[in-house]
């Protein structure tokens, strides 16, 4: 009987032991997801989705610089469109990571003209 309450016993500091570890590694990653953020500001840009073969890019119409997109599955069906997008700016990597995309209605990209 002692040796089943002290395997019993062993068995809960064993496995909370093991839940701890999960949320110390998931408060680590969330420590990495923050740096990040604060490195690549969330802004509000508009322009034209252009698409060479697999590659999709940004072409912003307050300064015409071209952004890579980073997850290219979020603007391919707007290729061609004047977009306004909310996207997290990495400008050492001239590259853009879009959270959101919405149609920019009444006016026409410089590109269909």
Same mark, same amino acid.
């Given at each position: 009987?002692?040796?089943?309450?002290?395997? %019993?016993? %062993? $068995?809960? +500091?064993?496995?909370?032991?093991? +839940? $701890?570890?999960?949320?110390?590694? #998931?408060?680590? =990653? *969330?420590?990495?997801?923050?740096?990040? /953020?604060?490195? %690549?500001?969330? #802004?509000?840009? #508009?322009?034209t989705?252009?698409?060479e073969?697999? #590659?999709?890019?940004f &072409?912003n =119409? %307050? =300064?015409?610089?071209?952004? =890579?997109? *980073?997850?290219?599955?979020?603007?391919?069906?707007h &290729?061609?469109h004047?977009?306004? &997008?909310?996207?997290?700016v990495?400008?050492?990597?001239?590259?853009i990571?879009?959270?959101?995309?919405?149609?920019?209605?009444?006016?026409? /990209? /410089?590109?269909? *003209?």
């Amino acid at each position: 009987m002692k040796k089943l309450v002290v395997l %019993a016993l %062993a $068995f809960c +500091v064993a496995s909370s032991g093991v +839940v $701890f570890a999960q949320e110390a590694g #998931k408060s680590c =990653d *969330m420590g990495k997801m923050n740096k990040t /953020s604060a490195t %690549a500001p969330l #802004k509000t840009l #508009k322009g034209t989705v252009k698409s060479e073969g697999d #590659k999709i890019s940004f &072409v912003n =119409d %307050a =300064d015409q610089k071209s952004w =890579d997109v *980073m997850n290219p599955e979020t603007l391919k069906d707007h &290729v061609g469109h004047h977009v306004q &997008v909310r996207a997290h700016v990495y400008e050492d990597k001239n590259s853009i990571h879009v959270m959101g995309v919405k149609m920019v209605k009444g006016e026409k /990209s /410089s590109s269909s *003209m």
